[in-house]
């Protein structure tokens, strides 16, 4: 199976800082890579699809690029509601794996 | 409103069964591959099963094949995850997704909407 790898695994960042979040598959999986946010004790919210498409109605401050095995989130800058776990999960076949998460919280 | 509202969970003994319904709203829903997603408490999310919109494809993790079933009913906008052989390590908050993309395989699901979940606690 497909093992994702994101880092870090957690990271204090000040806000209005530019903030990137990387996520390595251990195989090629096109463009098939999907980012959610999920801020302590709520539901997952689907960010990124495609590894670089923007989900209706996510602030423009998200973006994200990359294809094969390398991928990345940036936030261009950080806002106090960005606090959270970051997922990256793959979605070119079963499993449809996740990685292990980025906790992002402000300095 | 898009909804997905799950149902079902709870104490069971190990080696017990559980029958999670997930019902869905505001949506098409048998144009939509629709799978469960559990998060064990503190810890990261793990895809558990998957179903193409007319269930004539279905997947799993490996942690939980041979022990769980996923079906849905079209008819009454709903998704079913019966769970048998449970154990400790399955407790978690099982979460209902829908497929981003409408005539889709199940494979190439990410998931752009979640139920609330529901807790499922594996003890004796």
């Known amino acids: 199976d497909i093992q994702m790898t994101q880092s870090p695994s957690s990271l204090s960042a000040s806000v209005g800082d530019r903030v990137t979040i990387t996520c390595r598959a251990s195989?090629?999986?096109?463009?098939?890579l999907a980012w959610y946010q999920q801020k302590p004790g709520k539901v997952p919210k689907l960010l990124i699809y495609?590894?670089?498409t923007l989900q209706s109605g996510v602030p423009s401050r998200f973006s994200g690029s990359g294809s094969g095995t390398d991928f990345t989130l940036t936030i261009s800058s950080l806002q106090p509601e960005d606090v959270a776990t970051y997922y990256c999960?793959?979605?070119?076949?079963?499993?449809?794996?996740f990685g292990q998460g980025t906790r992002l919280e402000i300095k | 409103e898009v909804q997905l509202v799950e149902s079902g969970g709870g104490l069971v003994q190990p080696g017990r069964s559980l029958r999670l319904s997930c019902a869905a709203s505001?949506?098409?829903?048998?144009?939509?591959?629709m799978h469960w997603v559990r998060q064990a408490p503190g810890k990261g999310l793990e895809w558990v099963s998957g179903?193409?919109?007319?269930?004539?494809?279905?997947g799993y993790a490996d942690s939980v094949k041979g022990r769980f079933t996923i079906s849905r009913d079209n008819a009454k906008n709903s998704l079913y995850l019966q769970m048998n052989s449970l154990r400790a390590e399955d407790t978690a908050l099982y979460y209902c997704?829908?497929?981003?993309?409408?005539?889709?395989?199940?494979?190439?699901?990410?998931?752009?909407?979640w139920g609330q979940g529901t807790m499922v606690t594996v003890s004796s």
């Open positions: 997704a829908k497929g981003h993309r409408g005539n889709t395989k199940w494979e190439r699901s990410a998931f752009d909407i």
């Open positions: 505001g949506f098409t829903f048998d144009d939509y591959a």
């Open positions: 179903i193409s919109w007319n269930s004539g494809s279905i």
């Open positions: 195989q090629g999986i096109s463009n098939y």
């Open positions: 495609a590894a670089s």
């Open positions: 999960q793959k979605y070119n076949s079963a499993p449809l794996t």
